[in-house]
C-alpha cells in the first residue's frame, strides 16, 4: 500500500555516505553515531532524554519498568491500537484496563478514563492513533488527580504538535518506532523512549543493555535492545525530512476529504494541524467495509483494515472484560487508504473513484 523507495531515491547520495561512514567506522552497535542520533532526536522533540533501542515494542517495555510499573500494576490504555501496545504492559507483569475510544479520533475517550481507574492502577498508556494526538490535557489531569504516570504511544505520530510541543515530550515517558512504514522509519527495526527525567533516562539506558550500569556490572534484569549504528545514521539523515513529509501527508489527506466530500456513506477524519496522518483511515458506514475493501482490490486498489480485531478481543486479552462497544464497531468500519508523502493526487482520484464505485 505504501511505496517506500521515493524518499530512498530522494537521499540516495546522502544514505549511501551515511551507510559507507558506519562500515568504514568499525562501530556497528551503539556507539557515536547512536548519541548524535539521541542528541538530534532530543532536539527535535523537545525532550531532555531520547534513548534508543531496539523497536517500538521494545520502546514500550523499557519505558513502563524504567517508570516502576510491573506485577500487579494495571495500566489504562486503549483497546483499538496495534497488539504491541497492550503486549507490552503485559510483558513487564502488569494487566491492561481498557477504555473505550472517541468515533471521530479512533483515540481512547478521555471522559471515560476515570471510571476504569482503581486502586492498582499505576499509568495510562494512550496511543495517538494513525498520528492524531489525544486530547493529552485531559489525560495529564486525570493523571495528575489520582498520582498515575503517562507513557505516550508514540509509534504513529513522530513529529505530531500538541498546544506548541511535540507528543512525546508531554507525558512522563514516550515511546516511539522507527519501522520502515512510520512517519520517521529506520531500514529495519528501531525504537525510542524518550523523558524528561534523569532517572528515568538511566534506568532505560540500563535495560537496553542487559541492565548493566557499565559493561559486566549488571544490576538488574535487561533487554538486549541497543540500536545499531547503521539505523541511526540513516535515520539522522531522515529526520531533518521529517516536518516537511508530515505537512505533504496533512495536504495528501485535504485532498481526499475534498475528493470523498459527495461520497455516501464514508466518513473523513479531520483535518487538523496536529494530525500527522500516519494512516488516513475512513469509516465505512452500513456494515459495508469488508465489501467496499474487496470491491476495491478487484479495481486494484490496496487498502488496509487497522485493526480488524481491538486488542480486548483477542484470545490473550479477551477474559479481561470491559466492554468497548465504539471500538467493537470501528474495527468493522476502519478503512485505511493509501497515504504517504509521495501520493499524487492522480493516485488519490483513482482510490476515490474505485471507493465511489464500491459504495453505491
Ligand atoms: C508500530 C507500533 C508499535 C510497535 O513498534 P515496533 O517498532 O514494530 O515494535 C507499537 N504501537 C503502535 C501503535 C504501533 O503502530
Not at 531500514?187 to 525510542?192: A, P
Request: hydrophobic share 40%; charged share 20%; net charge negative.
Amino acid at each position: 500500500m505504501l511505496d517506500l523507495t521515493p524518499e530512498v531515491e530522494e537521499l540516495w547520495d546522502e544514505l549511501a555516505a551515511a551507510f559507507e561512514r558506519v562500515m568504514r567506522s568499525g562501530q556497528y552497535v551503539g556507539g557515536p553515531e547512536v548519541a548524535a542520533f539521541e542528541a538530534e532526536a532530543a532536539e527535535y522533540l523537545g525532550v531532555r532524554h531520547a534513548v534508543a533501542v531496539n523497536s517500538g515494542t521494545d520502546a514500550l517495555v523499557i519505558a513502563l519498568r524504567a517508570l516502576g510499573v510491573g506485577p500487579g500494576d494495571e495500566v489504562v490504555t486503549t483497546p483499538f491500537s496495534f497488539f504491541a501496545t497492550a503486549e507490552s504492559i503485559a510483558s513487564v507483569g502488569a494487566t491492561p484496563v481498557f477504555v473505550d475510544v472517541d468515533e471521530r479520533t479512533f483515540n481512547l475517550d478521555p471522559s471515560l478514563l476515570e471510571a476504569r481507574i482503581t486502586p492498582r492502577a499505576k499509568a495510562i498508556l494512550p496511543v495517538h492513533l494513525y498520528g492524531r494526538p489525544v486530547d493529552m490535557d485531559a489525560v495529564l489531569e486525570v493523571a495528575d488527580r489520582h498520582g498515575l504516570k503517562v507513557v505516550e504511544d508514540c509509534a504513529q505520530s513522530f513529529g505530531a504538535p500538541w498546544r506548541g510541543r511535540k507528543t512525546g515530550s508531554l507525558g512522563h515517558a514516550g515511546a516511539f518506532s522507527f519501522y520502515p512504514t512510520k512517519n520517521l522509519g529506520a531500514f529495519g527495526d528501531g525504537g525510542l523512549v524518550t523523558t524528561g527525567d534523569d532517572e528515568v533516562a538511566k534506568a532505560a539506558r540500563m535495560l537496553r543493555d542487559h541492565g548493566s550500569e557499565r559493561r559486566y556490572h549488571n544490576v538488574m534484569l535487561g533487554y538486549n535492545s541497543r540500536l545499531d549504528a547503521l539505523q541511526a545514521a540513516m535515520l539522522r539523515v531522515k529526520l531533518p525530512r521529517v516536518d516537511a513529509w508530515n505537512e505533504r501527508r496533512r495536504e495528501v489527506a485535504s485532498r481526499y476529504e475534498q475528493l470523498l466530500a459527495g461520497v455516501p456513506g464514508v466518513v473523513t477524519p479531520e483535518v487538523t494541524p496536529e494530525h500527522v496522518f500516519h494512516q488516513y483511515t475512513v469509516r465505512v458506514l452500513g456494515g459495508r467495509r469488508d465489501a467496499v475493501q474487496a470491491a476495491l482490490q478487484q479495481a486494484g486498489v490496496a487498502t488496509m483494515v487497522y485493526y480488524p480485531v481491538p486488542q480486548d478481543r483477542l484470545p490473550v486479552f479477551s477474559h479481561l472484560g470491559g466492554a468497548c462497544p465504539v471500538s467493537d464497531r470501528l474495527a468493522g468500519e476502519a478503512l485505511s487508504l493509501p497515504i504517504g508523502p509521495y501520493l499524487d493526487g492522480e493516485s488519490q482520484r483513482a482510490v476515490v473513484e474505485g471507493l465511489a464505485a464500491a459504495t453505491t
